[in-house]
């Protein structure tokens, strides 16, 4: 017959160290059976009044809601898409001067505007107001933020102003 203390161990210690392993066993036990009622609650809620032909319609209807919906993204990407290509040749940049061109004949009322695009592309509209003279407009085409014919002041004050412009 098997004896504990052969191997070195007294009865008592390998008792208690049953009973602890015993109750910690019945303590997991417990908290298993909270878990799985408290799960079982929780089906219970989810199929009541449901049978599997219901919860399969109900599954149905959200994946057509899905489909709907990325068929809706889908659509949404292509008009993004779209905008994204006409924004690139809009005017999105400005620059404005407002001055005198005949020094006190006409006024403040002379000015040049300046257009670019997100890539520095556009014009400068210059129109010089007089009261004597009248209206003079002149317009310069702008690539890559450069021009190639002289500017005044006032246009390279509304050029530098339209390309430091901050774009969103």
Known sequence: MFKFEDIGLETDLVVIISIVMI?????????????????????????????GKSLEQAFQKKFENMNFI???LKEVDIRLDHIDKNLLTTYQKMGIVKYDAFKEIGGT??????????????FILNSMHSN??????????????????????????????????NIS
């Open 23 to 51: 109750l910690v066993l019945i303590v997991l036990f417990i908290v298993q059976l909270v878990k799985i009622t408290s799960l079982r609650k929780r089906y219970e809620v989810f199929m009541k009044d449901a049978d």
């Open 70 to 72: 990325n068929e809706k």
């Open 109 to 122: 009322l002379s000015f040049v505007l300046t257009l670019l695009t997100k890539d520095d592309n556009g």
């Open 132 to 165: 004597s003279e009248g209206c003079y407009t002149y317009i310069k085409e702008v690539k890559e933020g450069e021009v190639f014919v002289s500017l005044s002041e006032e246009e390279t004050q509304s050029l530098e102003q339209a390309k430091n412009s």
